[in-house]
Each structure stands twice: as C-alpha cells, then as structure tokens.
C-alpha cells in the first residue's frame, strides 16, 4: 500500500507538510492526476486515509489521517529522519521538521510501560525460534 509510487510522497504532504487539498498535493509531488487520484483511493480504502467535504458545488474534499495514518506517521518520519541523516548527500536541501514547540523534530523509541528508550538489543520476541536449533530427524 505505502511502496506504491507517489503514496509515501502523498502522505507526507499531508501528514508532515498539512496540504490536504488534492490540487496543491499535485503540485508539491509532480505525481500525475490520475496516478495520485488511484494512490489516495487505496490509501482511503485501507484506512489510512478519510475524505472531508470541504466544497459541496462542485464537490471537493481534502484529505485526512485516520487514526491508522497517524500512527504510520511516526514510522514515515523516523525513515525520513534515517534517510536524512545516513543516506543524504546534500545536507544543505534537508527539511527540518520542528515539534509545536520550537524545537527540531527528533523521534525516538520509547517503551510505553518504563518510559526506557529503546535500542535493538532491548527487545526480544515472544517467540524466538531460529532455523538452527530445529533438529532434523529425516534420514
């Protein structure tokens, strides 16, 4: 659903830079009409996305996150901010993203029952099974 071309440039028009209005998400992407048209109709149908009227004659709407596209907000801004930091080579063209607050947006992982960050040593699975330790009884 989001590795469809233009989808992942949709949402952040939407969900980082506040363009709701399918004409200005047009022009801030390039995407093609028709093409961004299908991309918002499957975002909408998974439940990413919902359509408000905005204009009743002729009918216009804008887009909107649902509850599922605000949590996906957060996963597209940390592969942002990944790709930004790690990958990027022309630093000077970054966006900085800034919290209500004033700051730098910088996201961070945090366990929602300790408040602990958490990096990738901290977390176990519940199960934890790995092809080698399954014994093979076949001759």
Known sequence: MIGEKWALLALREIAALGQHRFDDIVFNTGAPRDILAARLKSLEA???LQRRLYQE???R???HLTEAGEQLFAVLHAIRDWG???VRDDPENIVA???SC???LRLEMRCAACGEAVAPGDVTGDRDVRRS???CTEG
Request: proline letters at 5%; a positive charge.
């Open 46 to 48: 998974a439940g990413v």
């Open 61 to 63: 709407y804008e887009y």
């Open 84 to 86: 930004d930091r790690f």
């Open 57 to 59: 004659r002729p009918a």
């Open 102 to 104: 004033g700051a730098k």
């Open 97 to 99: 993203f800034r919290h």
């Open 133 to 135: 330790d399954i014994v």
